[in-house]
């Protein structure tokens, strides 16, 4: 910190670094649990991993920190304090979700508890392997090549560990591993099998097929206007709305005894799903389904946007309509058909792990004049 090799450094200006530290740390501490607190839960095991690359990052800076003039150094030391920050909320929100899933028989305690204490015998056993290390490294470029060294095999290991995990909730990224295996060869992948296909690092609004091939991209738990807004063109003028495919009444018609309401934006691979009030995880997980065949059906051309020999002589808004029924038909049919073959394999369907950020629900009334 500031004082280190410099003789003229005051105790005032460590004061002040120490609470330009504390401040910028907090502040980043809010700030990233307002935007992504959300996400912690569904992206568990991602936001671990994220947790140990933010840490060892941190260090690495706070190590360099000496090699910049003073004002760097103070913009260097607080971005070293946010990247702490947010390893704590990282860590600590991860942490409570896969202690929940280990504690499968309701020992939460117990779990803690036993992590607890491994935690402590591996911070034992590195302060004696570090005392025992630290007398043999006498020179710079020694310094950093253990540094390093450590550093690579600390990430390499608990990626491991992250990649280890058999998650039984669905989320986005598993839910397109799972849906499309089945939608393909109707065949349920169990969790074991799913998380040996998982990446750690992903954007979670892709939807990709079992053959890691990208469909495209789906926003869930949006409002209705934003999903107006992606299928029409707005008026820069007046704000409103043409909606040149379908209409919003056709719309709730299709999906009046679902919990949800799916439509593909006008380039096919763009897709929102809107959430009715009562909407559960189940009816969620529907959702998700139906947006990954859709994109699936629009990327082999046999969707709204191909030329369906039943269909190639209707209007635009008729084939969407008719792909929005048979497709939403052929989702129902599969969560009849595997659904208790799902939470057989293991599956936890009563778990809601789509929505990683906070979403709006839509509540449909009919009022009567008169």
């Known amino acids: 910190g500031v004082g280190v090799g410099d003789s003229t450094a005051s105790p005032t200006s460590a004061l002040l670094l120490s609470v330009l530290q504390e401040s910028t740390g907090r502040i980043a501490t809010i700030l990233f649990a307002h935007r992504l607190g959300t996400a912690l839960e569904p992206e568990c095991k991602m936001f671990r991993l994220a947790a140990d690359v933010f840490n060892d990052t941190a260090m690495v800076l706070d190590c360099l920190s000496p090699a910049f003039h003073k004002p760097i150094r103070v913009a260097v030391l607080s971005f070293s304090s946010c990247l702490r920050a947010l390893c704590g909320v990282c860590a600590g929100s991860a942490k409570a979700s896969l202690s929940a899933h280990f504690a499968s028989k309701g020992n939460l305690g117990e779990v803690n508890a036993k992590d607890s204490s491994q935690e402590t015998v591996i911070s034992l056993l ?166 990954l065949l859709l994109a699936k059906r629009a990327r082999d051309g046999k969707g709204h946007s191909g030329n369906k020999p039943n269909t190639a002589s209707a209007p635009p808004k008729d084939r969407l309509i008719a792909e929005l029924r048979q497709t939403l038909e052929d989702v129902r049919v599969m969560f009849d058909k595997y659904g208790n073959e799902m939470m057989g394999k293991g599956w936890d369907l009563d778990v809601a792990a789509m929505e990683t950020r906070a979403g709006t629900r839509l509540q449909i009334g009919v009022q009567q004049v008169g």
């Not at 849906?179 to 939807?207: A, C, M, T, W, Y």
């Not at 738990?221 to 409103?240: D, F, Y």
Request: charged share 15%; hydrophobic share 45%.
């Open 126 to 291: 590195g302060m004696l392997a570090g005392s025992l290390v630290v007398s043999h490294i006498t020179s710079p470029f020694a310094t950093w090549t253990t540094l390093l060294f450590l550093l690579a095999v600390h990430l390499a290991t608990n990626y491991a560990a992250v990649k280890a995990v058999r998650m039984r909730s669905l989320n986005r990224q598993r839910a397109n591993i799972l849906f499309s295996s089945i939608l393909q060869h109707g065949v349920v992948l169990s969790p074991n099998e799913v998380s040996k296909r998982e990446r750690i690092f992903h954007r979670g609004d892709v939807l990709r097929w079992s053959d890691d091939e990208m469909l495209g991209h789906c926003k869930i738990g949006v409002s209705l206007q934003e999903m107006l807004g992606r299928m029409g063109e707005q008026n820069t003028q007046t704000g409103s709305l043409a909606l040149h495919a379908i209409q919003i009444s056709e719309l709730l018609t299709v999906f009046t005894s679902e919990a949800y309401i799916a439509c593909p934006a006008a380039s096919a691979v763009d897709i929102s799903i809107v959430l009715k009030a009562g909407c559960g995880p189940n009816d969620q997980l529907k959702a998700w389904a139906h947006a």
